[in-house]
C-alpha cells in the first residue's frame, strides 16, 4: 500500500513537470509523458519520497501555496534588504557566531523545509542538522541561550508550518 | 508593452542583487560569512531575473517558474553543504565572532 502510495506521488509531480516544460495539454503530449512518467516512478519512487501521497493532501498544497510561500518570500526580501544594508555600510557591521537551536518538527520533510528555510531569511545559515538539534551561523548574534535562540530563528517557521505538517 | 516594462524591471532588481551578492564575496571576512551574503542575495536574485524573462514571453511562463522552483529547492541545500565541509575540513571562523556551538558540539563527540 505504502509502495503504491509513493509510486502514484512520483508518477504525478513527474507528469507536473513534463506538463511545464512541455508547455501545452495536447493529447499525444499528455499520453507520451504519463506513459514516461509512469516508467520513470517504478525506477525511482524509493529514493524520490518517504511519504507518498500525503503530501499532496488538498490542506498542504492549499495552506502551502497560499500562506506558507507568500511568507518566505516576504521572508527573503526583508533578508536581501539586510544582506544588502551590512554589504554597503562603510563600517561592516556584522557580529558573526554559531548558534545551536532545536526543532520542534518531527518529519524527515518538515526539517528539511524549516532548515532550507532558515538558510534564506535574514543573517541565518543552517550548517548542520542532528536529530532534533540544529547549528546556525548568525551573522548578528543576539543570544547565545538555546532555549532563546530556538524562539526568535526556527520558531517563526514552526507556528506557520505546525498547522499543516506533522 | 506593460508586460515588457514590468519583465525589464524584474530583471534590474536581479541584477542589482546580484551584484551586491558579488560586493558581498570582497566585502566580507571569512568563508560563513561569504555564504550568508551570496546564498540569499544569489537565490531571490536569480528567481527575479528569470521571472522577468517569463514575463516578457509569456510563452515561456511556466518554464521559468519550473526553474524558480527548483533554484529555491536545491539553493539552500548546496548552500549547506558547502558550509558544513568547509567546517568539517577545519576554515576556522573570523576572529571576532561571539560563539561556537558547533566546535563545541564536535569535541563532545570526539571526546565520547
Not at chain 1, 528539511?112 to 551561523?137: C, Q, R, W, Y
Not at chain 2, 551586491?20 to 544569489?42: C, E, H, I, W
Request: net charge positive; charged share 20%.
Amino acid at each position: 500500500m505504502k509502495g503504491i502510495s509513493k509510486w502514484l506521488y512520483t508518477a504525478i509531480v513527474f507528469l507536473i513537470v513534463w506538463v511545464a516544460l512541455t508547455g501545452t495539454l495536447r493529447w499525444d503530449e499528455l499520453v507520451t509523458g504519463i506513459a514516461v512518467s509512469i516508467i520513470l516512478a517504478i525506477f525511482t519512487a524509493h529514493i524520490f519520497t518517504t511519504e507518498g501521497i500525503k503530501n499532496l493532501s488538498p490542506k498542504r498544497v492549499v495552506c502551502g501555496i497560499i500562506y506558507f510561500f507568500p511568507y518566505l518570500i516576504w521572508q527573503m526580501i526583508k533578508a536581501n534588504l539586510d544582506v544588502a544594508y551590512r554589504v554597503i555600510h562603510p563600517k561592516r557591521p556584522i557580529n558573526p557566531g554559531i548558534v545551536k537551536v532545536k526543532t520542534k518538527m518531527r518529519s524527515n520533510l518538515a526539517k528539511t523545509i524549516v532548515a532550507n528555510s532558515i538558510t534564506l531569511t535574514p543573517g541565518t545559515f543552517t550548517l548542520d542538522v542532528k536529530g532534533d538539534e540544529m547549528f546556525i551561523h548568525w551573522i548578528d548574534v543576539k543570544t547565545d541561550d538555546v532555549e532563546e535562540a530556538s524562539k526568535m530563528i526556527p520558531g517563526v517557521f514552526e507556528k506557520c508550518l505546525m498547522k499543516f505538517m506533522d | 508593452m506593460i508586460g515588457k516594462v514590468i519583465g525589464e524591471i524584474f530583471m534590474i532588481i536581479g541584477g542589482i542583487f546580484m551584484f551586491l551578492a558579488s560586493l558581498g564575496l570582497l566585502r566580507m571576512p571569512d568563508v560563513y560569512n561569504r555564504m550568508q551574503t551570496s546564498t540569499k542575495a544569489v537565490t531571490l536574485g536569480a528567481m527575479s531575473s528569470i521571472l522577468g524573462v517569463g514575463i516578457i514571453h509569456p510563452a515561456w511562463l511556466p518554464k521559468c517558474l519550473l526553474i524558480i522552483i527548483f533554484i529555491l529547492f536545491t539553493n539552500p541545500v548546496s548552500a549547506h553543504a558547502i558550509g558544513r565541509a568547509a567546517y568539517r575540513t577545519g576554515v576556522k571562523l573570523w576572529p571576532g565572532s561571539k560563539c561556537d556551538k558547533y566546535g563545541e558540539y564536535l569535541k563532545e563527540e570526539e571526546n565520547a
